[in-house]
């Protein structure tokens, strides 16, 4: 790899976040986040708890967990996070999870952050990583939601954001079921917002390649399946449509949650933040 692109997932520092002055972000309102022990999802849990909030956690990565809830004593943000090992897969577990953050306070918000990835040709892709990628990204978020839109309009309103991608908004090879699951998430999206009176919002978040230990660990896995160097994986794959010539970084993606969370998000219902860098709107 080139000394170009820097590879190493960069440190979380309380600078990086994004806090604003909100009625609703307080240690009275929860905050559920998916895939909270790393990458997005652990950058979204410390930026809700740097405003305040209450955050559930949920992962099935036990030691992550305690990452995030190191970094955030790290941190000193001012919010609690309470850490809840999840199977995602497992309805008894999501059951659980969202009757803790109703527990916890008023359950006002939801980052449906969870994923991974698999790199292979539709002809030669598992169907067993079908199924379990389209379980966590996609059924889960609508059984949380199910679980959790009753807590929020009983709180008074909320949101619920679900992480897409710009694969939600086209697609490119050898990444199907990824793919597929990020299109379903945009009609969970709106399909939350038909049925949230307004009070209830729901929204998207689309980015393109952001520097996480799932897109550190995709490069080797897409230069060998289209045979090609790492480095061109970078250059070309990952940042060649790009017009901004930089992946986003955790936090820059946990902000806009924050945001749309906000009272300065009120008019985002059914919509995608698209933040990509130009990847899925210009054409060379």
Do not use: C, W
């Not at 379980?135 to 009983?154: E, N, Q, Y």
């Amino acid at each position: 790899m080139s000394d170009e692109f820097d590879l190493t997932p960069p440190e979380l520092t309380t600078d990086d976040l994004l806090v604003l002055d909100d009625p609703r972000f307080g240690p009275e309102t929860v905050a559920i986040v998916t895939g909270a022990a790393s990458g997005i999802g652990r950058a979204t849990t410390l930026a809700l708890a740097a405003n305040g909030l209450t955050v559930v956690a949920a992962d099935i990565d036990e030691s992550g967990l305690d990452g995030t809830t190191e970094t955030a004593a790290d941190l000193d943000v001012a919010g609690t996070i309470h850490a809840v090992t999840t199977d995602l897969t497992d309805d008894d577990d999501v059951a659980a999870m969202v009757d803790a953050a109703a527990e916890a306070g008023d359950l006002r918000y939801v980052a449906n952050v969870a994923g991974m990835q698999h790199i292979a040709s539709i002809p030669d892709f598992p169907m067993e990583k079908y199924d379990l990628l389209l379980d966590i990204m996609l059924r889960a978020p609508f059984l949380v939601a199910k679980l959790a839109m009753p807590h929020i309009r009983a709180a008074g309103g909320g949101a619920i954001g679900n992480m897409s991608s710009v694969h939600g908004h086209y697609a490119t090879q050898d990444k199907a079921a990824y793919i597929t699951a990020k299109h379903g998430l945009h009609g969970l999206t709106r399909s939350i917002a038909a049925e949230g009176d307004g009070t209830l919002r729901g929204f998207s978040v689309s980015v393109g390649y952001v520097l996480t230990p799932l897109m550190v660990n995709q490069i080797e896995d897409t230069a060998e399946e289209r045979g090609i160097s790492e480095q061109e994986v970078v250059e070309d794959v990952m940042l060649g449509q790009a017009r901004t010539k930089e992946m986003m970084t955790p936090a820059e993606v946990a902000n806009l949650f924050v945001f749309g969370f906000s009272e300065h998000g009120k008019h985002l219902n059914g919509g995608d933040m698209l933040h990509d860098g130009g990847y899925s709107t210009t054409y060379e």
